[in-house]
């Protein structure tokens, strides 16, 4: 009992399910805003302020990214490849929309940021839709 608490495997899967499903929603809730004409014209302006090239179309992209990610992840679906994207979005946010500020105001996107690399290099784990359709081609 004893061994099984100081290794690294112990209990990954269920944990990594857990993980992905709360990182998930919690990225949704924050691409739910797509829908919202005044915190997209808030983002669309902000991004104008800082100068961001095309800005009203790369808020829409990034809501977006965030909404269809989130949603991604909960199903724990492609889960490799939207975590890339993922990444990217919370790179943005970070260190060129937010200057880097990981111990200040931008704590929250560089925490997102590291959780998608996890589940970048992780993958999706036992339970999610990536290990039911891709199962059989790991196997040759």
Request: aromatic residues 14%.
């Amino acid at each position: 009992m004893i061994r099984k608490l100081f290794t690294s495997s112990l209990y990954l899967d269920k944990w990594l399910v857990i993980l992905r499903a709360i990182t998930g929603i919690i990225i949704m809730k924050y691409g739910l805003e797509v829908f919202s004409k005044d915190h997209m014209q808030g983002n669309t302006a902000w991004l104008k302020d800082i100068h961001f090239p095309l800005p009203s179309f790369m808020a829409y992209v990034g809501k977006t990214t965030e909404l269809l990610g989130g949603i991604f992840l909960i199903l724990g679906l492609f889960t490799r490849v939207i975590s890339i994207l993922l990444v990217i979005n919370m790179s943005v946010i970070t260190f060129i929309m937010g200057n880097a500020k990981i111990l200040g105001e931008e704590t929250l996107p560089f925490l997102l940021l590291l959780l998608f690399a996890t589940f970048f290099f992780a993958g999706s784990g036992q339970w999610s839709l990536d290990c039911l359709l891709f199962k059989k081609r790991d196997n040759f």
